[in-house]
């Protein structure tokens, strides 16, 4: 019998193991035969949906920066999407109103003030 060997292939990358969260359960009764019963709720991932973005080549050279720091600081590969998507979620997370905002500019400066008061 081989002996098993612990290096990795040419590629791949080691995993993490995070800590398992314990599973969340609920109970149902079912009315039919009166016996309550404790069932798995697994969470519901949310549903990706595509987009493309045109970006201005001075935005564009922003994020590759960006990621090639990430990956000079951590040893680890930082897709532009990620970088695009948790600046996306930090802004939606800030409560910020955008209703009044017409374009680009508004937007940017409404992003700014709300940047510059958290300093």
Same mark, same amino acid.
């Given at each position: 019998?081989?002996?098993?060997?612990?290096?990795?292939?040419?590629?791949?990358?080691?995993?993490? $193991?995070?800590?398992?969260?314990?599973?969340?359960?609920?109970?149902?009764?079912?009315?039919?035969?009166?016996?309550?019963?404790?069932?798995?709720?697994?969470?519901?991932?949310?549903?990706?949906?595509?987009?493309?973005?045109?970006?201005?080549?001075?935005?564009?050279?922003?994020?590759? =920066?960006?990621? =090639?720091?990430?990956?000079?600081?951590?040893?680890?590969?930082?897709?532009?999407?990620?970088?695009?998507?948790?600046?996306?979620?930090?802004?939606?997370?800030?409560?910020?109103?955008?209703?009044?905002?017409?374009?680009?500019?508004?937007?940017?400066? %409404?992003?700014? %003030? $709300?940047?510059?008061?958290? $300093?």
């Amino acid at each position: 019998m081989a002996a098993k060997t612990t290096q990795k292939r040419a590629g791949q990358r080691a995993r993490r $193991r995070t800590p398992k969260e314990p599973p969340v359960t609920e109970v149902l009764y079912n009315r039919v035969t009166g016996q309550s019963q404790e069932v798995l709720v697994l969470p519901a991932a949310p549903t990706p949906s595509r987009l493309t973005l045109t970006l201005r080549a001075d935005q564009r050279s922003r994020l590759d =920066r960006a990621a =090639r720091k990430i990956a000079r600081t951590t040893g680890r590969k930082v897709s532009l999407a990620a970088i695009i998507r948790g600046a996306l979620d930090a802004i939606m997370g800030a409560d910020l109103d955008l209703s009044g905002c017409r374009n680009e500019a508004d937007v940017k400066a %409404a992003v700014s %003030a $709300r940047l510059a008061r958290r $300093r």
